[in-house]
């Protein structure tokens, strides 16, 4: 049962501590509490709980204020639920009009609040939050400019900056041995678990040979480059202890043992168990070390090996991202458990800057992959400028001009590489520590939420130091040189607002 409550955020003078005071307006969590729209998906939030029966649900603003706050300082979830009864902005932020040492809600209800926020959901938001972020535009509307021949033509402006990336799952590295071992161990769990059902109709417990299968596994696994033939030999054993197993374990269903003794987890598993065995099976006897689909985890059966080509990484296993840049907000476009070529994203992403801003970019800054014939020519339709030399072979002589245009290019479409370093090294990016494939898509969502959320903050501090070194002309002029940002005058006016 979901009860609407009121989610605009109230003064801070309004919250009440259990001493004398009040919470500072210039806090920063107090600050982007007046850019979060809360109120704006409540409705859509609610739909998880159709029925009016039941304890009440917690509301929207609490469930994505605690994703937030868990994101943004980096923690675990027990960490989150500590921190917010502790500390009244963090109360304030998720909602709470009354500072309470209580626990505001048990640390696993953090897993269903990633399970009711879609990736979706929290896209959204951060489209309508980096509306709020920007100043206020005098006019949305696609501006219009008549050419010599007197038609209308729209007028470009801004640069988008797009690029993919990959999310590395927490999972160890897959190899086929080391799969199969993990697999073979689960299956003997299977075994036990259902011989349980039929112990006193039988006392005949089915042949695991589970001492001699980790005997084979160790003598490869613990040799540092062992041949090829000793891993192929060490694999088709243990694929043949895991046919075995999965034998046994059809024939106790069939003597008696129900399938209703596994859990859920469990029983998925065992279907798990099995694709493994058969792709397994398909590599070894084609002699071929990748195939469409491939399972790398026996816990996350969704993850799929990206090809990445990268140095040191060229493999990664994880959520492949597509994402674009503006005005150094950035948004993700495309999250897949699959590979994708991310060229083929180039158009749903510029019409997604025209839908937000009214007008098409200027230039669009991208890497190689995404200059392909197609791309070019839809752009020239719409005349954005896509950066990067023209296909075909280089001229013999490169103006000056053009090497200059070339150098800017790949200057601002770093910006979107700082983002992707930024997601990685700060808020966990590179380590996906959600289990499920929805979790997994909540996470990487909501980094990207918080990532706008810090830049937001960090220029409306700025423009404070900009203000103050008005005073001390050679503080402004360093502050100035330092941050260089196209949008400094409108977070000015954002600060006088506030």
């Not at 940002?485 to 600060?495: A, F, R, V």
């Amino acid at each position: 049962m979901y009860r609407k409550v009121e989610l605009a955020p109230k003064p801070p003078s309004e919250f009440e501590l259990p001493l004398c005071g009040s919470l500072s307006p210039d806090n920063r969590w107090v600050k982007m509490t007046q850019v979060i729209p809360w109120s704006e998906f409540e409705a859509e939030y609610a739909k998880n709980f159709p029925t009016e029966m039941g304890a009440p649900a917690k509301s929207f603003r609490m469930a994505l204020g605690a994703l937030i706050i868990k994101e943004k300082l980096g923690i675990s979830d027990r960490e989150t639920v500590e921190q917010i009864r502790e500390n009244p902005y963090l109360q304030y932020f998720i909602g709470q009009s009354i500072y309470s040492n209580e626990l505001p809600f048990d640390p696993s209800l953090l897993v269903h609040f990633r399970q009711r926020i879609s990736p979706n959901l929290i896209n959204k938001v951060n489209e309508r939050m980096v509306e709020k972020m920007r100043s206020p535009r005098p006019n949305q509307t696609r501006k219009k400019k008549k050419d010599s021949d007197g038609r209308n033509e729209s007028l470009n402006r801004g640069k988008l900056i797009i690029d993919a990336t990959c999310a590395p799952a927490d999972i160890s590295y897959p190899t086929d041995l080391g799969l199969l071992n993990g697999a073979r161990v689960h299956t003997e769990k299977i075994i036990d678990i259902l011989y349980k059902h039929i112990k006193e109709k039988t006392h005949k417990k089915p042949r695991t040979y589970r001492n001699l299968a980790r005997k084979d596994y160790l003598a490869v696994a613990k040799k540092r480059r062992p041949t090829r033939n000793k891993r192929r030999q060490a694999i088709k054993k243990q694929l043949q202890y895991i046919k075995r197993n999965l034998a046994h374990i059809e024939q106790l269903i069939d003597a008696g043992a129900t399938i209703e003794g596994l859990n859920k987890k469990q029983y998925k598993t065992r279907l798990v168990l099995t694709e493994v065995s058969r792709q397994q099976q398909w590599l070894f006897d084609n002699n071929k070390h990748s195939m469409e689909d491939r399972i790398v985890s026996l816990s996350q059966p969704h993850i799929r090996p990206i090809v990445r080509g990268k140095a040191g990484k060229s493999v990664e296993f994880g959520a492949k991202l597509s994402a674009s840049c503006f005005e150094g907000y950035v948004f993700l476009d495309r999250m897949s458990w699959d590979n994708f070529n991310e060229s083929g994203d180039l158009k749903a992403q510029v019409e997604a800057y025209y839908r937000f801003t009214g007008y098409y970019p200027e230039s669009v800054h991208a890497d190689r992959i995404y200059r392909t014939r197609e791309n070019r020519a839809w752009c020239k339709e719409r005349g954005i400028r896509i950066s990067g030399p023209p296909l075909g072979r280089p001229p013999a002589n490169v103006s000056k001009s053009k090497k200059k245009q070339a150098a800017y290019d790949e200057r601002i479409r770093n910006a979107i590489e700082g983002k992707f370093g930024q997601g990685k090294r700060r808020f966990g990016l590179n380590r996906v520590m959600a289990k499920l494939d929805n979790t997994s898509g909540t996470v990487i969502a909501i980094t990207f939420l918080v990532m706008n959320l810090t830049t937001w903050w960090r220029r409306v501090f700025c423009v404070f130091l900009c203000l103050f070194g008005k005073r001390t002309p050679v503080l402004g002029l360093m502050i100035i040189s330092h941050y260089n940002w196209s949008g400094l005058t409108q977070e000015k006016l954002i600060l006088n607002r506030a």
